[in-house]
């Protein structure tokens, strides 16, 4: 069935949602963007990709179309009218169009987009069995660079550590910062456990403040595990008790094996399994 795209201020049929080839969202990967899921209809954890979305916004000097409220609206009328319960919104604002050069200042409108679709998730099985990665050759962008913090439209950083991990024949990879020292997956953060302890790589490394790793750290210290932000070499995860990543499309997923070492038992272990599950319960809650 074709979508309901939501294209600066109103709905439009998926066929007519188009952008100009001289939007430099598309010449230079200028704008950022979000995404969010939709658990029983509820949107999830939108304040808090609402507050990042206007900060990376800010970041690079891109006005944000609209205001929050508006925005809002905007979201939950595109959910509604695609009949979205438990899917995923991709929030798009590109820098709009300019000319051939760089110059953002020239764009005169940012372009507001907002998608609402069904979403492709991790097969079970992978849960249940953990997942394989890899360390990457490629090294994460230096974070002074480009800021890790800002959700922005140029992921090549990203695409070509994910060619390393599809060319190795596992779904996701771990990419290191210019020091060695573990930044992120390329779509997901970092955790391991150690001792009973969890840890997790600082934003400084290169990750991005992730929702779902806030929420993950929130839900550990409610079972009153300590999580601590730490610089990780690629020797922590080799030797870790448990490893596991957290993003909004993966949700929690267990990783099993890194570069042929093993982790653990070769299984998802009890730590990861409990988080997973207490995400589980958060995001399938009833109450507002
Ligand atoms: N790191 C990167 C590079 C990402 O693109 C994402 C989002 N897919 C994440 C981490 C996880 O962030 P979140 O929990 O907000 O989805």
């Not at 949602?17 to 658990?39: C, M, N, P, T, W």
């Not at 990376?56 to 809002?72: D, M, Q, T, Y």
């Not at 550990?220 to 080799?238: C, G, I, M, P, S």
Request: hydrophobic share 40%; with cysteine.
């Amino acid at each position: 069935m074709a979508l309901k795209i939501w294209l600066d201020d109103k709905l439009v049929d998926e066929a007519d949602a188009k952008v100009s080839v001289f939007d430099h969202g598309l010449l230079y990967g200028d704008g950022v963007f979000e995404g969010i899921r939709v658990y029983n209809g509820r949107v999830f954890e939108l304040e808090a990709h609402i507050v990042r979305l206007y900060e990376s916004a800010k970041v690079i000097r891109l006005e944000v179309p609209i205001g929050k409220s508006g925005l809002l609206g905007a979201i939950e009328k595109t959910v509604e009218a695609n009949g979205v319960v438990d899917g995923y919104i991709r929030l798009v604002i590109t820098r709009g169009v300019g000319t051939l050069g760089l110059n953002p200042f020239i764009c005169k409108s940012s372009r507001l987009i907002i998608i609402a679709d069904k979403i492709q998730l991790y097969p079970e099985e992978l849960y249940e069995k953990g997942m394989k990665v890899i360390s990457t050759v490629t090294v994460r962008n230096h974070p002074l660079a480009i800021p890790p913090q800002v959700k922005s439209l140029n992921y090549l950083n990203n695409i070509l550590a994910k060619i390393e991990a599809l060319d190795n024949d596992v779904p996701e990879a771990i990419m290191y910062n210019h020091e060695g020292y573990v930044a992120e997956a390329t779509g997901d953060n970092v955790f391991i456990v150690r001792n009973g302890v969890i840890y997790t790589p600082p934003a400084e490394a290169g990750a991005l403040e992730g929702i779902t790793r806030a929420l993950v750290i929130r839900l550990a210290e409610e079972q009153n595990f300590r999580v601590v932000e730490k610089n990780l070499t690629r020797h922590d995860l080799y030797v870790c008790d448990e490893f596991f990543l957290t993003g909004t499309a993966a949700e929690v997923i267990g990783i099993v094996d890194i570069d042929g070492r093993v982790i653990g038992d070769g299984r998802p272990g009890p730590v990861t399994r409990l988080l997973r599950e207490e995400f589980f319960k958060y995001a399938h809650r009833k109450e507002k």
